[in-house]
């Protein structure tokens, strides 16, 4: 899968990464998937968390030498 | 639909609690919820922009002012602050993980809705007016925070 937007969040720690992931999904349009890079092992917890509360849907989560990939898709609003 | 609220006290003006407080402030605005923080007693100075006036007020008051340390670059470690020392080696170590310092952190609860509240009550205590603390977005009492805490979904005192 093609992500729409990538997001690099390698070397920062909680809250940033799902801040930054808040943020840039504000400006992303319904149905575009989002794809967020991080090493904060905090993240493997927080990004499902963000996605239950949020109501945006975790597509995949692997783990790659280190670093955390994660693709999520923008929910409808409403 | 009503946004969940989040509503925090800080009671406390030392760095480490503060940065705790904040970090918190940021994940749940960051999950979508309406945070408030009330600022009251020591987390007053975090507020302020320079350390606190001291050409007005009672004398007790402006010893108060000299004593406390006033804006956020200049709060202290709750433990281990070691007349800053312990403060300087803990910047370091945040500055080496790139974690934000607490005036980013603040900046960062700000840009994304998170509400400044300072305590009224206190600040007539510490000889404190609007004007010495620009950070706040708003001024009230117990009353508005037991209300906004009585409707919100998470509720801390730091």
Redesign the interface.
């Known amino acids: 899968m093609k992500p729409d937007q990538v997001l690099d969040c390698v070397?920062?720690?909680?809250?940033?990464p799902?801040?930054r992931?808040?943020?840039k999904m504000e400006e992303m349009e319904e149905g575009q998937v989002l794809k967020v890079i991080a090493d904060d092992p905090g993240i493997k917890e927080d990004m499902p968390?963000?996605c239950r509360?949020?109501g945006h849907e975790l597509i995949s989560m692997e783990e790659k030498e280190g670093e955390i990939h994660i693709m999520v898709r923008k929910a409808k609003s409403? | 639909?009503e946004k969940e609220k989040a509503t925090i006290v800080l009671f406390s003006g030392d760095m480490d609690r503060a940065l705790a407080a904040f970090?918190?402030s940021?994940?749940a605005?960051?999950?979508?919820m309406e945070v408030e923080v009330f600022f009251t007693f020591w987390g007053l100075g975090l507020l302020a922009s320079r350390p606190y006036r001291l050409d007005k007020g009672s004398p007790l008051q402006r010893l108060l002012g000299l004593l406390s340390p006033g804006t956020p670059r200049r709060a202290r470690l709750s433990r281990l602050n070691m007349a800053g020392l312990g403060k300087r080696a803990m910047l370091a170590l945040m500055g080496k993980?790139?974690?934000?310092s607490l005036e980013e952190l603040m900046g960062?609860a700000k840009s994304?809705g998170v509400r400044f509240v300072a305590c009224t009550t206190t600040m007539a205590l510490m000889g404190l007016e609007e004007r010495d603390l620009p950070a706040a977005d708003g001024f009230a009492g117990a009353a508005s925070y037991v209300a906004r805490a009585s409707e919100s979904r998470l509720n801390l005192f730091i």
């Open positions: 070397g920062l720690y909680c809250p940033m799902i801040a992931t808040a943020q968390a963000w509360k949020t409403g | 639909m970090n918190i940021v994940a605005a960051s999950l979508g993980y790139r974690m934000p960062t994304l």
